[in-house]
């Protein structure tokens, strides 16, 4: 029956056949360190096997025979070889087990058996039993490959199953023997072979005979072990006559808890229920066969037990209706346990769940680091660290001892070195402390400078989460620096992010050599910064290095803002240009060499930027700042980190010293300007409207493989295209500087130039899937139109800016889009989730050997060398080796 | 071959370095230079134990997240309709045995490409059907046949006689036998559907719009495209080893989208990256920075075994070996019940399963196997 060795855990293994286990450690010596330290791990499993459990075996690992299908007696307690026996385990506080003499979660449970009145089907292996009866001889059980040709059928079948899998077997298989019993004889006897069919979901009939379970399992009983093996079972953990149930193991009690309800009632779990049904039918149907009933009411009562028992499995089955509770809710049974996102597997095996963590809103906080992270003093007084004492830190715990769980920073636990953990209060204090010696763990607040593992949803790449040292602050919000917002692709809006605070010492080690801010910098998706200067830090930067008379007094603030405190060389000019500032923060060796948004050469020398702007291009992030890839591969990633904070800081407080705000006077034009952009647009109407009527007269010509109909329209949403990037053209020759919306376009900080023309000048045409708008009504998109009407304004080009307002029509247009793109966002979020479920699935195994080579976790080589030359791509400057500025090094 | 200074490095450094080496360093330094950049490959080298699979998956799916939904895209003013962002990817990733929109991109062979009679060279590639070349189709009720009348002058344009046309219907019609006399083509019904009459007759006739006569089977769609300064043919349809067979094509640049039909005809490594190739198209496309050495490692796991396994649970993640990590991938109960037949044992050789068991898995830092012994 029960198709998984569910012992996995070292104590059930020794009985039940397979786990093998690796004792690491001499027995005397592990029972040392169990007394010292419980958690330690001494044996690892280093195999799982699956088989078939076989009826002795069932027999051999139960503890108690289940008889009757009542629960509890009189008095509540369970009942003697009932659902409930107290052999099956515990699951009541203060208990102990009756068969292993262990308490409330530390027996696992133990499993016991029912014996069935007469066999029946285990659903779960329909198709092999059928398989079998067909492959096999109804008398001798032999396989109905000719003699001469099963020598051979080993080798052959093997290989297949090696390079195509289990199902192309089994096709083989009955390919194989539909070759030796041509015309339905029986190669053994000449006889002819009645045809096995199977009458879903549990029946098999012969001919027109049906055949009982115990029939069947006669049947698969005669099947020796060779054929079996021929055939792809393996007899040793498989025997056929095993997936024809003659005992079913009954889960132990642990597997299946009662809860109690607030009025003191019981109610059962759905494994509870399924299995009284089982063993109510199968007591009447041994009392009807003992009774002698009529064939006919044993034949319903053994097919009532046939459908408890496959409800048992699975109740999901096609052909059968599925139990349900009485208020008409389908029973979650084994199968329902294991499936799906919600299942076992998925959901309790490979995903786990954490102590020690905290989440809440975030906000941001410049002052912070890079690699800190804010937590509130309500937090940090909840989450601890373990710590050891011994004799030079006694004294130092022993204050946060004393300081007890209410005041900051105290303790909350003292662990004995028996594992036994004491709640720090005012009345226990004093004890705890006389207590305290070497030995002792004492779980003190979370203070500033430990390590906790950081993580934002959806955690879509490793720079989700990432490791941040602790700052304690008051307020409620978790802070973090808005420069690495990018990794986490956060915003303040709201957000919530998650807080791990790791309790050993190799994961703490291990978070903050592998996971700190600093080792994250390069992305390995592209090996460019992903962290980088947002917003206020760039467009400071930008207007910054575009000032070039600061006071020196102006720069002496700037730079002591950012914790430069070597003022000289900025003491005694007159005039310093934010080209000099911002050159303070450089290492004085560093050479670069790159270009500004704009196009215009950006250079750095010997630690002095000389020319150009600073942008996105330069300190941004998401693959944008070049110059802080080039920083962090010549000075390393602490210093990097240290020194885009100052850049970061150097701009908001520019900012701060210069003023800046934007508002809706921003998307102010000149009149000159209007009257360019109405002109522009009443010409890109009027061309259209030639094009319409070209068109309607026939003169229009169709561009090659396109109807005149499609050229017209391309025609048109060329023309109206042109008209938008005309109207930009406008706006870029009237806005200066002084405009910070354009100051924030131009440093790459917000907005685009797109966003731009909106505001001010002209929305522009609203596409569908990559045409004009031409749903709605028959003939016109709305009601207000003429039919066949084709002129801009009705096919949703919309001509006024957001600034000037749009009419009803053309919001109309408007909100159709956006709701578009609602849609498209909202259907592609599961699509691309599902297919990086796929892709992480499929790939997880991968790794690079020592050799070198990439290979999967059997040992299958994949690539000879990653990526066909061995770069780790974090590693990398966009996936290259730089060449050319090494050659210009030299 | 490289340079003779470079010879020592030949076996430390990758040739695309190399030769970028010898392209951009003044001669005289070639050595000294090809050591600096060998120690910035070394230092660039990936560790043991990098869990790159992972990585290039969270590097695929994380962007896909940005990436558009939209199916069909108009690059310019006169080009096809194309599968692009996701769908496309989700489709090359899947392995697809039919992909939506299978196209060709046919390089030509010189005389052809300058664009001189090029919409009529397209003509000859495009798939033609016996309704394309008939100027009428009349049945003859009385005799049961019905008269094609076929357009010398579209017959022309498609480069077929009319003799091959016949032979063609004969041969893609069946239950009719088919006369020819000047550009009438004649269909009889055989004699054993003469009794249905008729109604036979209109079905022969709509069957007979749709028979294949001339030009590449499976291009329902050409258009000729200036691409740099030559013409070239773009299709909609994919029939690669039809096109080869024709003698304008130029076979070493034209491609197919369709992957499965690379791999039938060239194999599995032009396969593998023809995958490449085709990911990269759609990332790109979508303003999306991946690096290449992440796709290919996907094109790699899929064509490693010699087929295209598409990343689903029939493809690459059916052939773990680790029943725990299949089960936890789709369809778990199928995964233990055929493992149980088996008596398969799961050695824990992989990730997802010691997660399960709370144990470290072998890479990264679970990588190293080190028992320290404890002195007595």
Partial sequence: ?890 | MVHKDLAEFEDKLPLKLLQEIEELAPAAKLKKIAKKVLEEYEAAKIDAGEAVGLVSAESIGEPGTQMTLNTFHFAGVAEMNVTMGLPRIIEILDGRKSIKTPNMEIYLKSPYNKGKDIREIALRVKETSLGDVAKEFSLNIGDLTIDVVLDEATVKLVDATFDEIAKAVEKGLTGVSVKRSGNVLTLKLKEKDETKGLNELYRVKERAKDVYVKGVKGVTQVLPVKRQEEFIIITAGSNLKKVFELDFVDTDRTVTNDIHEIRDLFGIEAARQAIIDELFKVIETQGLNVDIRHIMLVADTMTAGGEIKGITRYGVVSEKASVLARASFETPIKHVINASLKGEVDKLNSVVENVMLNQTGPLGTGLPRLVAKREE
């Fill in chain 1, 1 to 890: 029956m029960a198709k998984k060795n569910e012992a996995v855990e070292e104590k059930t293994a020794e009985g039940v056949q397979e786990v093998v286990e690796r004792t690491v450690d001499k027995e005397q010596f592990s029972r040392e360190r169990m007394e010292s330290m419980t958690h330690y791990v001494y044996k690892q499993v280093s195999s799982v096997v699956f088989g078939v459990l076989s009826p002795k075996m069932i027999k051999k690992m139960a503890s108690a025979k289940i008889v009757t299908p009542e629960l509890y007696d009189k008095e509540g307690y369970p009942v003697d070889g009932g659902l409930m026996d107290v052999r099956l385990g515990v699951i009541d506080p203060g208990l102990r087990c009756k068969t292993c003499g262990a308490k409330l979660k530390e027996c696992i449970g133990h499993f016991g058996y029912i014996e069935l009145a007469r066999p029946v089907v285990h659903v779960k292996f329909v198709s092999v039993i059928l398989d079998l009866l067909r492959a096999t001889c109804p008398e001798t059980g032999r396989l109905l490959i000719a003699p001469e040709k099963l020598a051979k059928a080993k080798g052959h079948l093997d290989k297949i199953e090696e390079e195509e899998g289990q199902a192309e077997r089994r096709k083989a298989v009955k390919a194989l023997v539909a070759q030796s019993c041509r015309g339905g004889k029986n190669p053994f006897t000449g006889n002819k072979l009645e045809k096995v069919s199977i009458e879903k979901p549990t029946g098999f009939v012969e001919g027109d005979r049906r055949l009982s379970p115990i029939e069947v399992r006669a049947r698969l009983e005669k099947i020796p072990d060779e054929d079996l093996e021929i055939f792809g079972l393996n007899p040793n953990t498989a025997r056929p006559e095993w997936m024809i149930l003659t005992v079913l193991p009954i889960p132990p009690v642990t597997v299946r808890p009662s809860i109690t309800l607030e009025s003191g009632e019981r109610s059962e779990d759905d494994l509870t229920h399924k299995l009284g049904d089982i063993v109510r039918i199968n007591q009447r149907l041994f009392e009807n066969i003992n009774a002698g009933a009529p064939e006919i009411i044993i034949e319903d009562l053994w097919d009532l037990l046939q459908y408890h028992v496959t409800t048992f499995f699975d109740n999901d089955v096609a052909q059968l209706p599925p139990a349900r509770h009485r208020s008409g809710q389908p029973l979650k049974t084994i199968s329902e346990r294991i499936k799906s996102k919600e299942g076992r597997i998925r959901h309790n095996l490979a995903g786990k769940r954490t102590n020690f963590c905290a989440r809440t809103v975030i906000s941001p906080d410049p002052y912070l680091a890079l690699d800190e992270v804010g937590v509130p003093k309500i937090i940090a007084m909840k989450l601890s660290v373990p710590e050891t004492v011994n004799d030079w830190n006694m004294e130092y715990l022993k204050k946060f001892v004393q300081r007890g769980p209410q005041e900051y920073p105290g303790a909350n636990y003292v662990v004995r070195p028996d594992g036994k953990k004491k709640r720090i209060t005012e009345e226990t204090k004093e004890a705890a402390l006389e207590e305290l010696q070497p030995g002792y763990v004492v779980e003190r607040h979370l203070m500033d400078g430990d390590i906790a593992i950081f993580n934002r949803q959806p955690s879509l790449h490793r720079m989700s989460m990432m490791c941040h040292r602790v700052r304690v602050l008051p307020g409620r919000t978790l802070r973090l620096n808005p420069a690495v917002c990018n990794p986490y692709n956060a915003d303040f809006d709201g957000d919530e992010m998650n807080l791990h605070i790791p309790q050993t010492e190799e994961s703490r080690a291990e978070a903050e050599i592998l996971m700190q801010v600093q080792t994250q910098l390069i992305s390995p998706r592209y090996g460019l910064s992903v962290i980088g200067c947002i917003h206020d830090a760039i467009t400071g930067n930008y207007l910054l290095s575009k000032k070039d008379d600061l006071t020196p007094q102006q720069a002496m603030l700037l730079l002591a803002a950012v914790g430069i405190t070597d003022l000289l060389k900025v003491a005694g000019k007159k005039k310093i240009s934010g080209k000099e500032v911002f050159s303070m923060l450089l290492p004085e060796d560093f050479n670069y060499k790159g270009v500004s948004r704009s196009g215009d050469p950006v250079v750095i020398k010997d630690g002095k930027l000389i020319e150009g702007t600073v942008d996105t291009k330069a300190i941004g992030g998401e693959g944008e700042g070049r110059l802080l890839r080039l920083l962090h591969k010549q000075y390393g990633p602490a210093r990097t980190i240290k020194i885009l904070h100052q850049i970061a800081n150097l701009g908001i407080e520019y900012l701060m010293l210069s003023g800046f705000t934007t508002g809706i006077a921003d998307e102010d034009l000149p009149k000159e300007a209007t009257n360019q952009i109405d002109d522009l647009l009443h010409k890109a109407e009027e061309d259209v409207a030639l094009l319409i009527k070209q068109f309607k007269e026939g003169s229009l010509e169709a561009f090659p493989g396109r109807s005149v109909a499609e050229t017209l329209e391309m025609k048109i949403l060329e023309r109206l295209n042109k008209a938008r990037n005309e109207c930009g053209k406008v706006i870029r020759q009237f806005i200066t500087d002084k405009n910070n919306a354009a100051v924030m376009m131009f440093s790459g900080s917000r907005g685009s130039i797109t966003s731009l023309i909106q505001m001010s000048a002209c929305v522009g045409q609203q596409a569908l899937r990559g045409k004009r708008i031409d749903k709605g009504y028959s003939g016109r998109t709305l009601s207000c139109f003429k039919k066949g009407d084709l002129s801009p304004e009705s096919r949703g080009f919309i001509l006024n800016s957001l600034k000037k307002g749009i009419n009803p029509k053309e919001f109309f247009f408007f909100a159709m889009t956006g709701r578009d793109s609602l849609m498209d966002t909202a259907l592609r979020t599961p699509k691309s989730g599902y297919l990086y479920r796929r892709l992480a699935n499929a790939l997880q195994d991968l790794k690079v050997e020592y050799d070198g080579t990439v290979r999967d976790a059997s040992g299958r080589i994949i690539q000879f060398a990653y990526g066909e030359d061995g770069v780790d791509v974090s590693r990398s400057e966009n996936g290259k080796i730089d060449v050319k500025r090494i050659v210009e090094l030299e």
